[in-house]
């Protein structure tokens, strides 16, 4: 049987005291805030993943560390980007009607002074969250999540059995992590890699009840498997499930999208995976 990890009063400390960069209404549909993981575009520039995130629908994006800036600016993106870099990005983010909400997955030195660098970054970005697996850092993490007033979730990549110290695959070990932290650090649940670890989407979120600050959506074809990802709601993750059980969990977070396919031209399918969470969020939505 499946526990949560979390007591009611942790439930009703984290609903009352976090306080971090919210996402705005304007940038949900369907109550969900989703757009693409710009390495959904890793062939691409940041510029241009923003450009075909927009076109796909997406009102929100998450960036990742090392993506190159732009086609002309050769650049990569992250802590070392110059304040005229930024400027330009958001603008163009901006022009866009896009807003960056997330840059991850980025590992977190345990240093606080190395740390600070990806903390200022995300400040001047003005993000709602850092996505992460270093847990080596969590006292660090915590210090600078209470100083910036940023959201930092632990993401899950598959199962590495052959790394058994590997452990934030496992939603229990990150709810143990987490457990009596600033309720401003919590999950990045991966959907896909859970699936490919053996384990039901939607049991690690009831595992994570309270603490999933943002997800990286994807379908996959079977569980246990490591299958190519799939547009939503034609695979084994109960996308549809997993987004109802967000709802009632209050879930006020991103979700990324990440389609590790087809990656010289799968705008489309993220469009259309975006339209399916739209359609489902409006459809869980009270009626009037």
């Known amino acids: ?19 971090a960069t919210e996402i705005r209404d304007e940038d949900r549909q369907g109550g969900f805030a989703v757009g ?35 086609r002309d600016d ?13 400027k330009a990005l958001k603008a163009h983010l901006a022009k866009h009607h896009v807003r960056a909400v997330n840059f991850g997955v980025v590992g977190i030195p345990n240093n606080e002074n190395e740390a600070r660098k990806i903390f200022e970054f995300a400040k001047k970005m003005e993000l709602y969250c850092i996505t992460t697996e270093s847990a080596d850092a969590i006292d660090v993490i915590e210090k600078l999540v209470k100083e910036y007033d940023i959201c930092v979730a632990y993401h899950n990549h598959p199962r590495q059995d ?3 110290n590997y452990k934030v695959w496992d939603p229990n070990y990150i709810a143990e992590l987490v457990k ?8 990045c649940a991966d959907l896909g890699h859970w699936a490919t670890s053996g384990i039901k989407p939607i049991d690690g979120l009831n595992i994570l009840k309270g603490r999933v600050l ?55 399918e993220i469009g259309q995976c975006i339209g399916f969470v739209r359609a489902t969020g409006i459809a869980l939505s009270p009626k009037p």
């Open 36 to 70: 693409a993981q710009a390495y959904s575009f890793n062939r691409f520039s940041c510029y241009e993943a923003i450009e075909k995130n927009a076109k796909a629908g997406g009102k929100v994006i998450e960036i990742f560390p090392g993506q190159q800036i732009s």
């Open 180 to 187: 009596g932290r600033d309720p401003r650090i919590g999950a």
């Open 1 to 19: 049987m499946i526990k949560s990890a979390l007591s009611l009063a942790a439930l009703c400390s984290f609903a009352l005291s976090s306080s």
């Open 214 to 268: 943002s997800s990286h959506v994807k379908d996959r074809s079977a569980i246990g498997h490591d299958t190519p990802c799939i547009p939503f709601g034609t695979g084994v993750s109960d996308i549809a499930g997993c987004l109802a059980e967000l709802k009632r969990q209050g879930f006020k977070g991103n979700l990324s999208i990440e389609f590790e396919a087809m990656w010289e031209d799968n705008t489309a």
């Open 74 to 86: 050769k650049g990569k993106i992250g802590p070392g980007m110059s304040e005229d870099q930024i």
């Open 162 to 164: 052959k790394n058994p």
